[in-house]
């Protein structure tokens, strides 16, 4: 089955602590993308992929890192998370300018 | 900078009714645009994808069309049922950039 899976689902952590949110999709996509889903800030992008090795920042890239060393594997790194970083947390593949399909998502909460 | 709206924020109407969703975006300078839904504190799920040469979609009860000139989208969705309760999204992917701008959405409650 095609598909983007996010790990972990939930997730609350303390301020300070390096968190890792793992993303990997089953579609041979070039593109993948992190976005975070704020209430009334909707959905933001932090940092996208074009493939292997290429990653460029979204609308809101601070305060996060990612790689991508594989085609399938995206994760997006919190070196030192705040509370302002709760959030709902999306990753998304596509073929370059398809259509993207979205984990389930990543609901962090940072005390 | 392009910006995505969708009007109204809110949608209540009885199973049944068709209706239409709208959206609208500043730059015609897209890819494509995209039609998701979202259940409360699920993903999104892909509902169409309509590129930029193309002027309409459909799939089942839902028909996207797309007016790129005039930047505007429409869902329209057949015959409701109370399982199309949702949010459903709209987003662009702009030109020359990877990147998808998404409107705020419409939550659309169908009652039975």
């Known amino acids: 089955e095609a598909q983007v899976t996010q790990n972990p689902r939930y997730l609350i952590t303390v301020t300070g602590k390096k968190l890792t949110v793992t ?8 593109y993948m993308s992190w976005y975070r889903q704020d209430p009334g800030l909707g ?44 959030s709902l947390y999306f990753c998304a593949s596509s073929l370059h300018t398809g259509e993207l399909f979205f984990g389930e998502g990543s609901r962090l909460t940072v005390l | ?35 998701f839904r979202q259940d409360p504190g699920k993903g999104l799920t892909s509902l169409l994808l309509i590129q930029s040469s193309q002027r309409e ?4 009860r839902l028909n996207a069309s797309l007016d790129k000139s005039s930047g505007r989208s429409t869902l329209y969705i057949a015959a409701s049922q109370p399982g199309d309760s949702a949010t459903y999204l709209c987003a662009v992917l702009i030109q ?11 939550r659309l409650t169908i009652n039975p």
């Open chain 1, 23 to 30: 993303c990997s999709q089953n579609m041979n996509h070039e």
């Open chain 1, 43 to 86: 959905l933001r992008q932090i940092y996208y992929s074009m493939n292997v090795e290429v990653t460029d920042k979204g609308d809101v890239p601070e305060g996060y890192k990612v790689s991508r060393k594989e085609k399938r594997n995206f994760p997006l790194i919190l070196e030192s998370p705040s509370p302002n970083q709760t």
């Open chain 2, 1 to 35: 900078k392009q910006e995505v709206t969708q009007i109204p924020a809110a949608l209540s109407v009885p199973e049944g009714e068709n209706l239409v969703l709208n959206c609208s975006f500043t730059d015609s300078a897209i890819y494509n645009l995209q039609w």
């Open chain 2, 57 to 60: 979609q459909t799939s089942g």
């Open chain 2, 96 to 106: 020359g950039a990877q990147k998808l701008v998404f409107g705020q959405g419409t």
